[in-house]
């Protein structure tokens, strides 16, 4: 279908991002697709069983799409790795981004973005929102964290261009977040609406520089920050409802040629100040091609409803959604939708359960593993009585939208025989580290997993308590490495930058001695 012959409901359809619960087409997907021409689609977790199912529900949705529209659908996934992970079984479960720095170079970035952008093709996905291209420089940011390469600029624009590269290569369209940088924040923006301060010439930078980076080597997407950057906005305007950033700045300073994406416009930073519909259509004229709206399905109609409204009262001129579409439309008839629709799954199977990026994904992990300090407690040994204290793997963000049970304890009592293990929550009780402190009494060693813990610092209380009774603890962050932050005294510190199947086996590769933890902190601690 040409431009010129598209209904204004059919353009801004075009536009719009809609998410949708269940495993199969339902009646809000088809509706969204057939009675108001959306055109594109975000997946989750939640409409995930395994390879195959989703293989199946992408091939009825793009024919659905193809019958309805004439038009291919964007399907597109936070497949970020790590913890925000959506594919989780069948397929290769990759590291994050902070596990890749920490253990792997620009060739394992480039190799990350190819094996992942091959499986993503196979199984009918076209778009990918990752990398995380923020610069983590702040301890207490509680949703990007681990998500990011690190505090360093450069390398997080080396490693980005590079994944960016290798997913591109496949057809696979890579996205850049969150624009102009969520890494100096202390509110996550699911939550709450938040500002960065900084003046021009420390985000130029810091902040921008891996974007600006990444424009130069052809990224085809970049998403939007739900933050304010006082430096290039005055108004109180979050980065996506700002002209100012994501024309003035992204679309004309940076010269991005490429799709500008809001994040989810559901997210409290928008809806509790602005309300998703008319922040999208605030987002639109602020220079927004494709505006998420991820699981509501009265608020994606009543969000295209109110854009078409704004252009017919010419609040929006109908050129600003012309020029939109039509990037759109020049971008989807580069993705060969007809070669996935052609396809059987028998056809992709082997490229998407392949042994060899589930060995490549197994090494980074096992390189990232890193070793702060250690005053001779490790190896552990398999006869010794030890005590293991964790948290189980939980979603903390808004951005995990779950997380399958996953408790590195269960792992530690298979390869250790005399093993005792607790799980603690994220802010263990008066009561519960006062048993635990007891318990730890004459144990060879403890090993404290903590999850997050410089912002629960109840996790912080209950080692200084058992550090007080024994002395031989060896404590691991199952995410943000600045759990360590003034535990200098603890005699046996390690990293493992994410709480995943494939970091709990490289984890106990390391504390038994069977591999040598090689991985680097990307952030100062």
Do not use: W
Request: hydrophobic residues 40%.
């Amino acid at each position: 279908m040409k431009l010129e012959n598209m209904t204004l409901q059919q353009k801004i359809g075009q536009m719009l991002v809609a998410g949708f619960s269940g495993t199969e087409l339902n009646d809000h997907i088809i509706k969204a697709i057939r009675d108001y021409h959306i055109g594109n689609v975000i997946l989750f977790a939640r409409n995930f069983k395994n390879p195959k199912q989703l293989y199946n529900l992408n091939k009825e949705l793009q024919e659905l799409a193809l019958k309805e529209n004439g038009i291919p659908l964007f399907i597109t996934i936070d497949q970020e790795g790590g913890m925000v992970t959506r594919i989780t079984n069948g397929a290769t479960f990759f590291p994050g981004n902070m596990a890749l720095s920490a253990g792997g170079n620009e060739e394992d970035a480039y190799l990350y973005g190819k094996y992942c952008g091959e499986e993503l093709k196979a199984m009918g996905i076209n778009f990918n929102l990752a990398p995380v291209l923020d610069v983590n420089n702040n301890k207490d940011n509680p949703v990007i964290g681990i998500r990011s390469y690190g505090e360093d600029p450069e390398r997080v624009s080396r490693l980005g261009s590079a994944y960016i590269k290798g997913i591109q290569e496949n057809g696979i369209i890579a996205t850049g977040k969150h624009f102009p940088g969520h890494g100096d924040t202390k509110v996550d923006s699911h939550l709450e609406l938040s500002s960065v301060s900084h003046n021009v010439d420390r985000l130029e930078k810091v902040e921008l520089y891996p974007f600006n980076e990444a424009i130069k080597n052809g990224i085809k997407a970049i998403m939007s920050a739900h933050v304010m950057f006082p430096a290039y906005e005055d108004r109180k305007l979050p980065a996506t409802l700002s002209d100012k950033v994501l024309t003035d700045l992204l679309r004309n300073k940076l010269n991005f040629k490429g799709l500008i994406l809001t994040d989810c416009m559901e997210m409290n930073a928008i809806d509790k100040y602005f309300g998703t519909i008319e922040a999208a259509a605030m987002a639109v004229k602020a220079g927004a091609d494709m505006i998420f709206i991820s699981h509501t399905k009265e608020k994606q109609i009543e969000a295209l409803n109110r854009i078409m409204e704004k252009v017919e009262s010419k609040e929006i001129e109908e050129d600003r959604i012309n020029e939109s579409v039509r990037r759109i439309m020049e971008t989807k008839s580069k993705i060969h939708t007809e070669s996935f629709i052609n396809s059987s799954f028998k056809d992709v199977e082997h490229i998407i359960d392949n042994s060899e990026h589930k060995a490549f994904a197994q090494k980074i992990s096992n390189n990232s593993i890193t070793i702060v300090r250690d005053d001779k407690l490790l190896p552990v040994k398999a006869e010794e009585e030890i005590l293991i204290i964790s948290t189980n793997a939980q979603a903390i963000t808004g951005i995990e939208d779950s997380i399958e049970k996953r408790s590195i304890n269960d792992y530690f009592q298979i390869e250790f025989p005399n093993c005792d293990a607790e799980i603690i929550s994220l802010k263990p009780s008066e009561e519960q580290m006062e048993l635990l402190k007891e318990k730890s009494k004459g144990k060879d060693k403890v090993i404290i997993c903590t999850y997050n813990a410089n912002l629960n610092i109840e996790q912080i209380d209950l080692v200084n308590r058992i550090y007080k009774c024994n002395k031989n603890i060896i404590m691991i962050p199952m995410r943000n490495p600045y759990d360590v932050v003034n535990l200098d005294y603890i005699p046996c510190l390690i990293l493992a930058y994410e709480y995943t199947p494939i970091s709990i086996k490289s984890l106990i590769k390391v504390v038994k001695g069977e591999i040598e933890a090689k991985g680097i902190c990307p952030v100062t601690l």
